[in-house]
């Protein structure tokens, strides 16, 4: 009988445990959904691809712990805290995540960590071990020497929490970087405008019944429906159209002549390679990029002239509100100090960088270098673009040893970054003190899973989910550069570039194996 009451008694008190449990699992609960509700966007994108690196890397450490012995009696203390140590790092989510090789997710593993703050356990930044010289070269050295890869063969690897680089091979030789200039292009805009900063469109007055529509250079304004359940929406020529309507029927004025101005940039208005499916002719007034198609990123048919379709496309949405218009065909420039009837703001250029990193969205990025000519004060062209991405770079002492910045995109071949340039700008991304450089970070592809990367490493156990890198093709060039975590839980941030090669297919392989070879490695 005492035996069977010391029972009764721990049951009851197990039980009581766990309605506290619930109570508090309940609470606890209740206040992540309110975090969650009132976090700003940057910050619940950022939440959510945590998570998932979380997920990623605490599975594959518990995995090797467990192989290796047990966990009681206080053993393989070392390991827990490393595996803890795997929560918390990560970035930006972009899309749906979804398992390598699953088509709608459902091999990803359940996700429940805690909204921010480090998990139990977790080491402190930079105290994992860090990889030696030699222990990253008998790592990489061999894979550098893939037959795939071209005639050139750079590499750079840093480490975060030094800035030391621990494996270099040719780092300061520049190349062609083909896309992952679009690293230096972010850098430079968010160093000279901030992350906060937004792009205008704007309606002002002009002459009697004139109307002028004003680009500044808003690659990502939009004249189709808002997405429904989507948080913060691109600039819309609907809303610009609705209250322009709404002022000019203020007014008692329902026929105008509209004109469109695009003087907030100068120079030629196509890329170097020409009419391309890859960009739209660059000029500070398109809507939706100039696309002829739904698509929203990637290659698609462009209109000739994006700034007349756009004021095409707001005469049209004007007219549907009740205003009879009649379009100047010629671009106008918009009076001094005209009164300004309507304005919409772009998203932050934070977001902005996001995508163009994300997709490699070249429009983006040629905007991205002009805003920066601006900033600087340079003729805003792809040349005064390409001197104001250097000086801004200067300005933030990076080598530019044989940099050259022919646009911002990528596109041309006589663009000419080194790898140990590459590294240097994810290092300085990465760093702590530079949180406005935060989304170059977060905007990078995940590997097999989101972006460019949706694709590439397939079968790459210890690189899918734990790489996040800037891919760049031409032909005949392939470049890739990232942040990667290694199996020791160190931040490690990395480029390999490659150029003359003959199997892109292959070239691409190679430089995702060079990726996993870091992430899997310890090497030390």
Known sequence: MPETRTWQVRWQSAQRYARQAGHTARAASD????????APRHTRQTWRLTAVSAATGLAVAVVAVAASGPWDSGQRTAERARAAAGVGTGGEHHGRVRAPGSADGSGAPPVLPALGGPAHGAVGRGTAPVPTGAGLADALAPLLKDPALGSLRAASVLDVATGREVFGSRPGVATTPASTVKLATAVAALAELGADHRIDTTVVSGAKDRVVLVGGGDPTLTARAPKGGTEEQPANLRTLADDTARALKKHKTTEITLGYDTSAYSGPVLHP??????????????????????????????????????????????????????????????????????????????????????????????????????????????????????????????????????DGSGLDRADRVSAGLLSHLLLRASAPGHPALRSVVTGLPVAAFTGTLSNRYAGQTAGAGAVRAKTGTLTGVNTLAGTVVDADGRLLVFAFMTSGTTDAQGAQEALDKLASAVANCGCR
């Open 273 to 406: 390679i020409g009419p391309n499916e890859n960009i739209a002719p660059v000029t500070a007034l398109m809507a939706d990029e100039a696309r002829l198609d739904d698509s929203e990123h990637g290659t698609a048919p462009r209109e000739a002239d994006p700034a007349l379709a756009a004021a095409r496309a707001f005469a049209d949405l004007l007219h549907r509100r009740g205003i009879t218009v009649h379009v100047d065909t010629r671009p106008a420039k918009a009076p001094k100090e005209a009164d300004r009837l309507a304005a919409v703001h772009s998203l932050p250029l934070s977001a902005l960088v996001e995508r163009m990193l994300t997709y490699s969205d070249n429009d983006i990025a040629e905007a991205l270098a002009r805003q920066t000519a601006i900033a600087v004060g340079e003729p805003v062209s792809f040349a005064g673009a390409g001197k104001a991405v250097r000086t801004a770079l200067e300005r933030q002492h990076l080598p530019l040893s044989g940099a050259v910045f022919a």
């Open 31 to 38: 206040a992540a959904r309110e975090t969650w509700r009132s």
